[in-house]
């Protein structure tokens, strides 16, 4: 009935105040602080020390150290990303397998979210549990297993020699054809089901009016199911592409040593060459750059959810 | 829709499954495999399962890899819980987008962000990395995985019921033991699950902000597989895979039974009725 | 003392001119007779909107009282309010001398029942039932006891160990009213309590509601939105509409003396004839129909003056119709076609096409009191619709 009482600015005791600060300091402590040490340390210079940079801040000097070591950051480590190549290389080429790996997965996915929209009712709860259950195996092992499949002497190579299709093993793995493979082999999940929730809803005598008006199937599939389900099919493309850009385990084990990604480029200047100032600097730009498609995507899920609320 | 599948959907069905159960059961099979030669099929064995029992390192590892998922899983299940409740339930108050932009940030940030600014956090804070280190990092992340998750199920939660409560006599903080959490608990375990397999699966946080001595199974799965493939890593796998695989099955088994039993009951109900 | 017998004559004499009543129970007629729930200016406000906009309303104790309106009226806020879901932005509500400000629901002596029913989905039907009780911390042996007699009242013994999902939409209902009732509130507030039920169900249980309020002696306070339901149940009736009471009395006032052509409109089909005051007196009221001039003569005195626009409102069952012409000079008789006949089976509603140019139309229900009608009135058939001088009202907003 009258459904103004949900906008109401709610009343509000110290339990209600308490219920909000243990989760909103948790996430403040260990998810929005660390990020400004991040920011913070980014301005820094590296150092042989420990930790490995300049300045550090200590807490024994007070307001007075604070404003010392505010003053010797520096925008060092992002003018050197600018003129190393390797960063903007990785930048971009992330971007670019991302791209393409989120195509590939739409691609492959499309079909099967539909044909599970379309099968009979008492499949789909099977089906919908055989799509989420990779999601819940380690990630670490799927992308393994494609190891044995991909490598030189591999199963896929050993198949098609057996079936005589090629003559010498294909080299698949470590190459970027073994990324766009391991992403979309892993992300596949996180397009499937957005999608097929859209596809589901669709109300069948939508297409049976279609066709009754005179539209051909296929026509009624480009005209009335493909855009119906286009908000699927972009948040579908998010959840792919954000975390594609930022992967590492997938290019480190399965891509090669050309392939170029800024997570495995991190990865290495943290871990190999312990430069933590110029790591936080990556991890700022890429933060900044995946700061664009993480606002699209919650603006397109709060349009969403108010269009079904 | 309703309409029935066509060949074309049963085919991309088919092959679509395939595709992602093929290798995942490759990696069953040649678990199995008595040839160190991980693609030559060399007879059936379970010589690398036994063999695990005496790799020490890989037992610790999965030690540590489980007390972190235990512990982790259960507070991120409180504060998840907690952080839905705010989200659905205490309508508008400062910092509301912040908050919900700190819920949603984790699900799409790359985890090497993740990892790196949490260590940061821990040396800024002159923390002595290790297990403890590892579990808070796995609770601010999966925490934030329950949030959504008991999100979802509070969203479909007729609020009159807790008001019914109230109304009847029951204080607030009663009322959400009382009435709330048991019927959002499937929720809740949903989000309990999904929390302890994150931290399980997890090498990338973990990697970063671990200390000596508190090597994860991932971690230890990690750098062994770059030095190739080996048959003692299959059957780790595998014995992964089956665990989590028969938890996630055995979960939604016993949600549907309780599902269609109340279905009949509903229909019992009604039939009686009418 | 004097006074109030005479006004309580006046009251039983004003009763006898527009219907039947239920029962002798008129508290509202007697200014000294003190509220048991009363609503002191009270205005609710979400951000720009205004849901209840400065009201005041006092109801009696034992009174069975209904809020009725359209979606978004303010009906259901104006309940929420007393129950303590809502806080008033401004005025003050008192149930049994108490001020209620500040009170949370769970310290509030009213329990309601919810529109959804709300029952825990967790527990049995006596775990539902007993929840109230065991807040109160009332001793076990006596929540057994009035659990029981809960039962007994619904006719709800025999699923007492079946859980809500096991029970049947009627059934549901009864667990809501009797979990509600068991605290033995001092108002039961029922928030669209029969919405969910189809038809019969839906009589039969108001029935069952006007017994039981009467046999527990409880004021009862129900919000809906279905105007017959609230005529069958209620002794007096508040008609919302944009955050405000239109008109407050009992459900014959409300049907045959509305104050506006809002609420004629809103209870019950009505002919609004727009018409302007040529002559009035003591005696009653001459009007002029705008749109063709043709003339009512009412019992009815107006407060408007001569010349003044009206709207002059008949419900359809007042109107006559009859085979020929209207004599001409004569008040009260109008020439119409007939349009358009709907038979209900009960009654047949004819719409008839009337005034200079056939334009507008006035509608008149014949109740079908045999099976065979000699010379019925059939489509395209030129009639004469008449009503008596009593038979409708004057309105001026």
């Not at chain 1, 308490?18 to 040490?37: G, H, N, R």
């Not at chain 2, 990696?27 to 695990?52: D, E, M």
Request: with cysteine; hydrophobic share 50%; proline share 5%.
């Amino acid at each position: 009935m009258d459904q103004e009482q949900n906008t109401a600015p709610t009343r509000r005791t110290l339990g209600g105040w308490l219920l909000i600060a243990v989760p909103y300091l948790w996430l403040l402590i260990l998810f929005l602080a660390p990020f400004l040490i991040v920011l913070k340390i980014s301005l820094s210079e590296v150092a042989v020390a420990i930790p490995p940079y300049l300045p550090t801040f200590d807490l024994a000097e007070g307001w007075a150290g604070f404003t010392e070591s505010l003053s010797q950051l520096s925008f060092e480590n992002y003018i050197w990303l600018t003129e190393d190549d390797l960063y903007w290389k990785s930048y971009l080429s992330s971007v670019v397998i991302a791209g393409i790996s989120t195509i590939l997965t739409l691609l492959l996915g499309y079909p099967i979210a539909y044909g599970m929209a379309r099968s009979p009712q008492a499949w789909r709860p099977t089906l919908l549990m055989l799509v989420i259950l990779p999601f819940w195996t380690s990630f670490l092992i799927r992308v393994y297993a494609w190891i044995g499949i991909l490598k030189n002497e591999g199963l896929l190579n050993q198949l098609l020699l057996f079936l005589g299709v090629i003559d010498e093993p294909l080299v698949i793995l470590n190459t970027n054809i073994a990324v766009y493979i391991g992403i979309v082999y892993s992300y596949l999940p996180f397009l499937v089901l957005p999608l097929y929730a859209s596809l589901e809803r669709l109300d069948g005598s939508l297409l049976e009016a279609a066709e009754d008006l005179g539209c051909p199937p296929w026509k009624a599939f480009w005209n009335v199911t493909l855009p119906l389900s286009l908000p699927g099919v972009i948040a579908g493309c998010f959840l792919v592409f954000i975390p594609a850009v930022g992967e590492f385990v997938i290019p480190d084990l399965l891509g090669g040593s050309n392939t170029l990604m800024i997570g495995k480029t991190l990865w290495v200047e943290f871990f190999n060459n312990r430069d933590w100032p110029v790591s936080s600097a990556v991890a700022v730009i890429l933060l900044l750059i995946l700061v664009i498609p993480i606002v699209l995507f919650q603006n397109q899920q709060q349009k969403m959810s108010e269009k079904n609320g | 829709m309703t309409r029935g599948p066509t060949w074309f959907n049963i085919t991309s069905l088919v092959l679509g499954f395939s595709f992602l159960y093929l290798p995942i059961v490759l990696l069953v099979i040649y678990s199995f495999n008595a040839s160190r030669l991980v693609t030559v099929w060399g007879g059936f064995s379970t010589q690398w399962y036994v063999a695990l029992l005496d790799n020490d390192q890989l037992l610790d590892a999965a030690w540590v890899t489980l007390r972190v998922a235990f512990a982790s899983a259960c507070i991120a299940t409180v504060i998840g819980t907690l952080a839905a409740l705010v989200l659905v339930r205490s309508g508008r108050f400062p910092g509301r987008t912040l908050f919900s932009g700190m819920i949603f940030a984790p699900l799409v940030m790359p985890e090497v962000i993740l990892g790196l600014s949490l260590l940061l956090l821990f040396v800024a804070m002159e923390q002595t990395r290790g297990f403890w280190t590892v579990m808070l990092a796995h609770t601010t992340f999966a925490s934030c995985y329950v949030a959504v998750v008991v999100q979802s199920r509070l969203v479909g939660f007729d609020k009159s019921m807790e008001e019914a409560a109230e109304d009847l006599g029951c204080p607030p903080v009663k009322t959400f033991f009382l009435i709330t959490l048991p019927i959002i608990l499937p929720g809740v375990i949903a989000g309990w699950m999904l929390a302890f397999t994150l931290s399980l699966d997890d090498l990338v946080i973990a990697s970063f902000t671990t200390g000596p001595g508190a090597t994860t199974l991932p971690m230890k799965i990690y750098s062994q597989v770059r030095l190739g493939v080996t048959p003692e890593i299959n059957a780790v796998c595998t014995i992964l895979v089956a665990f989590v695989t028969t938890g996630v099955i055995a979960a939604s088994i016993a949600t549907k039974r309780q599902q269609s039993q109340r279905e009949k009951d509903e229909r019992a109900a009604f039939g009686a009725e009418g | 003392m004097f006074l109030n017998i005479f006004i309580g004559l006046g009251s039983i004499l004003a009763k006898k001119s527009v219907g039947p009543v239920r029962r002798e129970f008129t508290p509202w007629e007697d200014p000294d007779h003190p509220p048991f729930i009363e609503f002191r200016n009270v205005t609710k406000k979400f951000g720009d909107f205004t849901a209840v906009n400065n009201l005041s309303l006092k109801i009696y104790e034992k009174e069975f009282f209904a809020l009725l309106g359209g979606s978004g009226c303010g009906k259901t806020t104006l309940m929420r309010m007393l129950a303590g879901f809502e806080t008033p932005t401004s005025g003050q509500i008192f149930l049994d001398g108490q001020d209620l400000a500040g009170i949370p629901p769970y310290r509030r002596p009213s329990n309601m029942m919810f529109q959804s029913y709300a029952l825990f989905p967790h527990m049995s039907v006596e775990k539902n039932i007993a929840f109230g009780l065991k807040q109160d911390k009332m001793p076990a042996s006596e929540i057994n006891a009035r659990v029981a007699e809960m039962l007994q009242l619904t006719k709800l013994e025999q699923f007492a160990k079946r859980k809500p999902h096991q029970l049947s939409g009627g059934q549901r209902q009864r667990v809501a009213l009797a979990r509600s009732l068991a605290k033995r509130p001092k108002v039961l507030l029922l928030d669209e309590p029969l919405g969910a039920l189809d038809r019969k169900l839906r009589e039969e249980t108001q029935f069952e509601l006007m017994n039981l309020q009467e046999e527990l002696e409880m004021t009862f306070l129900i919000v809906t939105h279905d105007q017959e339901e609230a005529m069958t149940v209620a002794d007096r009736i508040a008609v919302m509409d944009k955050g405000q009471l239109v008109q407050v009395a009992t459900p014959a006032e409300i049907y045959e003396e509305p104050n506006s052509t809002f609420v004629a409109d809103f209870i019950g089909d009505v002919n609004l004839i727009e018409a302007t005051v040529s002559d009035k007196s003591d005696a009653g009221t001459k009007l002029t129909s705008v749109e063709d001039g043709f003339a009512i003569d009412s019992d009815q005195v107006t407060t408007a003056n001569v010349g003044d626009k009206v709207w002059y409102a008949i419900r359809p069952e007042k109107v006559r119709i009859a085979h020929g012409r209207a004599e001409s000079g004569q008040p009260n008789q109008i020439n119409g076609l007939v349009w358009d006949i709907a038979y209900l089976g009960d009654v047949s509603i004819i719409h008839a096409k009337v005034g200079a140019d056939n334009e507008d139309i006035l509608r008149a229900t014949i109740a079908n009191v045999s099976r065979i009608v000699d010379n019925p009135i059939t489509w395209d058939e030129d009639v004469v619709l008449s009503f008596d001088r009593d038979a409708g009202v004057i309105l001026t907003s």
